[in-house]
């Protein structure tokens, strides 16, 4: 049956009906929790099943954004799971669980379709018929006792639109086919006590009976195909010559049960093992004694290879095969965990192709993608040592992951042998060009003891790497070159700088795109050497970060911001919100609300007129940036996530850190005009944080098509150069109480 017909057919029902799509539907029938709770007993045996293999789905999925949601036969909602970011949303929707789904109320959907036609349905997008599903993506699948027919109800997973995949209902039927496995197996089970009530030749189930002795008394064929025993070889005998004998004994001898012990089996013969799920316990008398023993193997070799892919797919890269960020990042974790304990020398090293935009901008992103795909192979091929891990981390930049290496010239050595194969020109298609890599190398433990210095630490290696005329190597602080002597002469200066009031605040603009007005400015650190001239923060601040000098300049930066805005009310200026920037080193220290409050106290500054701008990597520790964000709520001041989308943020926590705007990263609105995944990735977070009121603010802005594309998205608030630069404050004082628009 063609399922876009189906839902053709539902769309033009709806609209027969009268039902507005731009509207949200207005649910009549909903259970009370009483009834919601009776239900749910109704269900109990079969809810437990699924909670076996939905949680079992989820882990696997873990860090998508995945909702399930399990109905009755009459499209009752009776449980939702997964992502609580997703959960809140379509709950503010209407959609909660004892909703009941019908067409005339919920529009096309795939849980009625899926129970009206007995078949898996998707609906991505724009299928659905209310507008408020459209960056959504749902799949529904029928579950029910299968040896009857008898519909029980649907499993559907739903997920944001830009997470759509087929692969999702795919997975999500074989799941179902094993619940439906399951909940048939269990069925029977309940209805058998003794010998007569098994059917012992199940398909695909290899099942063992025995005697109150341990004597063999049913071994049907699956059984003989799993242990490589002959029913007649066995039939009456004990159980000693079994390789799971001594659970049969713990059920004869303790009247112990074993469930769903996952056992891996080769059969003689095969050439692949078999994935079994292995169950044992008693059978009783009718006087309540243990009268023999039941055992069976349950094939989920299917179901394991599935799981195996999902697996697979979750640590890996889907263009290039490689291992992935997640990858990467979880391996050199346990790296560090074990090398605290020894003497360990490993490297992390960055590499990241040049001038690789050209070749996107020229050939086109289908020829850049086989590109990557011929550099990957390459990269595997140089460094092809088991302790090697070499992982591509997005877009043209890959790691590489050094395991106990002996010295530094053996880093530097892989380092060559990976340029070495740039050597050779690359062929896509009919075109044959070279292209270069520059490379930042990174050593445990001289260049850091953490994953993110390590990492921080080669990526500053590799750009450095580019600034010596890329197609290079460069070890972090490898030698004294004119480089680093500049970071030494400006590590000295900087702890004077402070001292001798070199510091200066510059002030961008933020602009109400609607409106035209000027919203707001953010305060940017400039260093004015005596020598050197205007430094820029790109220079300073790694340096700062490094020697902690960062803390004190940081809280100069915070006391001359905010001295700066009252000194603008004072002067009759309009009162706006001034944003400031917190290091690291600044967020993590206790004393950070202290310290705020005394500097609102001393300029007089009003806490709802001052918004710190912090980063994604601040709140890895989720417990205390939950309590440091939550004193800083208590006083006012209002919070941002400064680049966003450039860590691993995730929405639902940035509502429990009650942010109150999200600030997309300039290196996304940089290409939003020509890169589509830029551009989806900017939508898809200007959407989401909509759904959870959430303000987002856009920085970079150069171009008149980059701002209508933002406008087109329902981003309100930007910065950047095509409104204003930033500019001393003398320059903004009198662009202050107007429109402040172009």
Not at 95 to 113: D, K
Not at 165 to 178: E, I, K, Q, W, Y
Not at 237 to 266: A, F, R
Not at 551 to 559: D, K, P, Q, S
Request: proline share 3%; charged share 25%.
């Amino acid at each position: 049956m063609n399922i876009e017909i189906l839902i053709q057919n539902s769309k033009e029902r709806c609209n027969r009906l009268g039902i507005n799509p731009r509207t949200v539907p207005d649910f009549s029938s909903v259970l009370t929790n009483e009834e919601l709770e009776r239900k749910r007993e109704d269900y109990d045996e079969i809810l437990s099943v699924i909670h076996f293999f939905v949680n079992k789905m989820l882990e696997l999925m873990k860090g998508l954004p995945l909702l399930i949601l399990i109905s009755d036969e009459k499209g009752c909602i009776l449980e939702m799971a997964g992502d609580e970011a997703i959960k809140n949303i379509v709950t503010q929707s209407g959609i909660r669980e004892g909703l009941q789904f019908f067409e005339e109320e919920a529009g096309t959907n795939s849980i009625n379709l899926a129970l009206e036609h007995r078949l898996p349905i998707q609906l991505i997008g724009g299928d659905h018929f209310y507008h408020f599903l459209e960056n959504s993506a749902c799949y529904s699948v029928p579950f029910q006792y299968t040896d009857v027919s008898d519909l029980l109800g649907t499993i559907t997973i739903m997920t944001t639109i830009d997470q759509h995949n087929p692969f999702l209902l795919a997975m999500l039927c074989t799941v179902v086919d094993s619940i439906e496995r399951e909940l048939l197996l269990k069925k029977q089970n309940k209805r058998l006590h003794i010998l007569n009530q098994v059917v012992i030749e199940t398909t695909r189930n290899g099942i063992i009976i025995t005697d109150r002795d341990g004597n063999i008394t049913e071994y049907n064929e699956f059984a003989e195909y799993i242990t490589d025993l002959k029913k007649q070889d066995v039939l009456n005998k004990s159980i000693v010559e079994l390789k799971v004998s001594q659970y049969i004994g713990e059920v004869l001898h303790n009247g112990m049960v074993y469930e769903d012990m996952e056992l891996n089996i080769k059969p003689k013969g095969q050439d692949e093992k078999l994935v079994c799920l292995f169950d044992a316990f008693p059978i009783y008398d009718e006087n309540g004694g243990i009268m023999g023993a039941f055992a069976q193997f349950r094939d989920i070799t299917e179901r394991s290879k599935v799981e195996k892919q999902i697996n697979y797919l979750a640590y890996h890269d889907d263009l290039t095969g490689l291992p992935n960020r997640r990858y990467f990042t979880q391996h050199l974790g346990k790296l560090l965990e074990s090398s605290r304990h020894g003497n360990s020398l490993f490297a992390v090293m960055f590499l990241d192709l040049d001038s690789f935009k050209k070749i996107n901008d020229n050939l086109g992103h289908n020829n850049g993608d086989t590109l990557l795909k011929h550099v990957a192979d390459r990269l595997r091929e140089c460094t092809r040592a088991s302790k090697h891990i070499v992982s591509r981390m997005g877009g043209d930049e890959f790691t590489i992951l050094l395991r106990d290496i002996t010295n530094q010239e053996e880093a530097i050595q892989v380092a060559k042998d990976v340029m070495d194969v740039f050597d050779v020109p690359f062929e896509v298609e009919e075109y044959e060009f070279f292209i270069t890599a520059s490379i930042g190398i990174a050593l445990y433990p001289q260049d850091g003891l953490d994953a993110e210095t390590l990492m921080k630490h080669a990526d500053m290696a590799m750009y450095l790497a580019k600034d010596s005329g890329k197609n290079n190597y460069a070890l972090f602080k490898a030698e004294k070159t004119s480089m680093g002597m500049e970071q030494l002469t400006l590590e000295n200066s900087m702890r004077r700088a402070l001292h001798n009031n070199e510091f200066v605040l510059y002030y961008q603009p933020q602009i109400d795109v609607e409106t035209g007005e000027m919203i707001g400015v953010e305060a940017l650190l400039r260093w004015n050497h005596p020598t050197l001239g205007l430094v820029p923060p790109g220079k300073f601040i790694p340096i700062a970060e490094e020697t902690g000098l960062i803390v004190a300049i940081g809280e100069w930066v915070l006391r001359t911001a905010c001295r700066q805005n009252q000194a603008w009310i004072d002067a009759g200026y309009k009162p706006i919100k001034i944003s400031v920037n917190l290091s690291t080193r600044q967020f993590l220290k206790r004393d950070l609300v202290d310290n705020l409050q005394q500097i609102l106290l001393e300029t007089g500054l009003e806490p709802q007129l001052l918004e710190l701008e912090i980063t994604e990597s601040m709140t890895m520790d989720v417990d205390f940036a939950i309590e440091v964000l939550g004193e800083l709520k208590k006083l006012g001041i209002g919070i941002c996530i400064d680049d966003f989308g450039t860590g691993y943020s995730n929405l639902y926590y940035m509502k429990l850190f009650s942010i109150d705007r999200l600030k997309i990263d300039q290196s996304f609105v940089r290409d939003i005009m020509t890169d589509s995944i830029d551009a989806d990735i900017v939508a898809t977070i200007v959407a989401m944080a909509y759904n959870l009121g959430i303000d987002v603010i856009a920085e970079g802005v150069e171009t008149e098509d980059q701002l209508n594309y933002l406008k087109r998205l329902r981003c309100r608030e930007v910065q950047g150069y095509y409104y204003y630069r930033p500019m001393p404050a003398d320059e903004l004082a009198p662009m202050l109480g107007s429109n402040g628009g172009k």
